[in-house]
């Protein structure tokens, strides 16, 4: 069965910058795509970075110029670094790799306040 595990959230000021990572287990094939969403309270599930396995990547408006996804294919591992953090950056953000399949991480918590 494969599992996503999302990891590097954490609180941080306005500014700052958080890597995360997040590697699946269980699988022995490569996803096609491999997206970072996140969510706040009371909001919609929007996607933030998402790539693909022929190397197209696109961002939200919001973030691009600030945060950059990367990915190991033999590895299924995805990263988002995340640079000059603001605070409408709180979320809780979730890793999503799909082709063949669908699936989902739990979330990991980014915080930024002062």
């Known amino acids: 069965q494969v599992q996503l595990v999302e990891s590097g959230g954490g609180l941080v000021q306005p500014g700052g910058s958080l890597r995360l990572s997040c590697e699946a287990s269980g699988s022995v094939f490569s996803f096609n795509s491999m997206d970072w969403h996140r969510q706040t309270p009371g909001k919609q599930r929007e996607l933030v970075a998402a790539?693909?396995?022929?190397?197209?990547?696109r961002y939200a408006d919001s973030v691009r110029g600030r945060f950059t996804v990367s990915r190991v294919n033999a590895k299924n591992i995805v990263y988002l670094q995340m640079n000059n953090l603001k605070t409408e950056d709180t979320a809780v953000y979730y890793c999503?790799?799909?082709?063949?399949?669908?699936?989902w991480g739990r979330g990991t918590q980014v915080t930024v306040s002062s």
């Open positions: 790539s693909t396995g022929d190397g197209r990547i």
């Open positions: 999503h790799f799909w082709g063949p399949g669908a699936y």
